[in-house]
């Protein structure tokens, strides 16, 4: 097993004995942490999200709030398809009215959404994880979605360089160093339900 896995693993444990996550255990998800509803309510308060009219987020059960407040805010939702299998979904402002909840899991994005073709300007990205460092290495649980969603999005021009890469965590993701290899995308904000972490870009 490589580093990465050997992290991934690291985590998926200490979350499951310590009690972090609601499920029995993560193992090959991105983890579903205790304190994601405040960790969500911190992005909320931040200026990036209240700047933002798009939102692009990870179909992830973690960021379901995320996804939620996105719709209640009145912002334009772009949801990733699980494994990408069916692209991207759009939920524009008031498509889903009085039923965000719904429309923000995985089943309601496909009922209220449709699916996207020409991306508009993203104005915020949030992406589900299983640990980053405080320089913005990031560790998914390996299938590298996130780096081809970011990948993509660059590479429509929806976003730039400067557009806020944000990830919702419990501080126990948190790690001295992620490996990274010379494809991985960083991030350049971490939310947990106790701060908010802003990284300067060298």
Do not use: C
């Amino acid at each position: 097993m490589d580093d990465k896995g050997k992290l991934r693993e690291e985590i998926w444990n200490l979350l499951g004995e310590k009690g972090f996550t609601h499920r029995k255990t993560d193992y090959g998800r991105i983890p579903n942490f205790k304190g994601a509803l405040k960790a969500a309510n911190m992005l909320r308060d931040t200026p990036e999200w209240k700047d933002s009219r798009v939102v692009f987020s990870s179909p992830d059960q973690a960021q379901r709030k995320v996804r939620e407040y996105a719709l209640r805010d009145g912002k334009a939702l772009i949801m990733a398809s699980p494994k990408l299998k069916h692209g991207y979904l759009y939920i524009g402002p008031g498509d889903a009215s009085g039923r965000e909840s719904k429309a923000s899991t995985i089943k309601g994005a496909f009922q209220f959404g449709r699916t996207l073709v020409d991306f508009p300007t993203v104005d915020l990205v949030v992406e589900g994880s299983v640990a980053v460092d405080l320089t913005g290495g990031r560790l998914g649980k390996g299938g590298g979605y996130a780096d081809q969603e970011i990948e993509h999005l660059l590479g429509e021009k929806a976003i730039t360089g400067k557009t806020p890469i944000v990830t919702t965590v419990h501080e126990a993701q948190i790690v001295e160093k992620v490996p990274l290899e010379p494809h991985d995308r960083k991030i350049n904000m971490i939310i947990t339900p106790e701060r908010v972490v802003r990284i300067v870009r060298a």
